[in-house]
T-cell receptor, first 115, second 112 residues
């Protein structure tokens, strides 16, 4: 059973557009929501993360919006550039339990930003 | 440079021939794990280890083994590979305090 559902599977935007990637989770115990960025031939790398005590977090052109009641969170990329073309994964975990804190990943979104 | 390394990066093998993919990290991280990445399925955890000599199954452990005899190394063993294990494999590590998980560059495995 997939605990983190991600959409869309692929996304194509023009340079300067604002791609939005959405994720929904089921486990209400999750309390840490990172996004990872993966370029071809590379491993995923942490891009930005949010805790559920805030509704939005910005780092440069990347913004996470978080809706705790709907159990949804999304990634927005402002003024997107061709260099942002990559696969993006949302993830969720529980960091407060003191247990293994495994990351549960979404299925990924392949973003293409056209010049 | 802080990093996770994997070897080999590419491997083509045949059904039933035992293989090992090595993973090493130089960040003194306690937590290490293995994932496989398949189109449309994202990253699925195979096994993880919270520290030396402590390992546990992830979401898709069937057909895989791991060991953690040293803190820095976490090899993935396929005793009898099958074609359905053809995939892209990633090793990752994370410290106890911070939540950022560092991934290796990946190993593309093809089982014929």
């Amino acid at each position: 059973q997939q605990q983190v559902k991600q959409s869309p599977q692929s996304l194509i935007v023009q340079k300067g557009g604002i791609p939005i990637i959405n994720c929904a989770y089921e486990n209400t115990a999750f309390d840490y929501f990172p996004w990872y960025q993966q370029f071809p031939g590379k491993g995923p790398a942490l891009l930005i993360a949010i805790r559920p005590d805030v509704s939005e977090k910005k780092e440069g052109r990347f913004t996470i919006s978080f809706n705790k009641s709907a159990k949804q969170f999304s990634l927005h990329i402002m003024d997107s550039q061709p260099g942002d073309s990559a696969t993006y994964f949302c993830a969720a975990t529980q960091i407060s339990s003191g247990s293994a804190r495994q990351l549960t990943f979404g299925s990924g979104t392949q973003l293409t930003v056209l010049p | 440079e802080a990093q996770v390394t994997q070897n080999p990066r590419y491997l083509i093998t045949v059904t039933g021939k035992k293989l090992t993919v090595t993973c090493s990290q130089n960040m003194n991280h306690e937590y290490m794990s293995w994932y496989r990445q398949d189109p449309g399925l994202g990253l699925r955890q195979i096994y993880y280890s919270m520290n030396v000599e402590v390992t546990d199954k992830g979401d898709v452990p069937e057909g895989y083994k791991v060991s953690r005899k040293e803190k820095r190394n976490f090899p993935l063993i396929l005793e009898s590979p099958s074609p359905n294990q053809t995939s892209l494999y990633f090793c990752a590590s994370r410290g106890q305090i911070y939540n950022e998980q560092f991934f290796g560059p990946g190993t593309r495995l093809t089982v014929l």
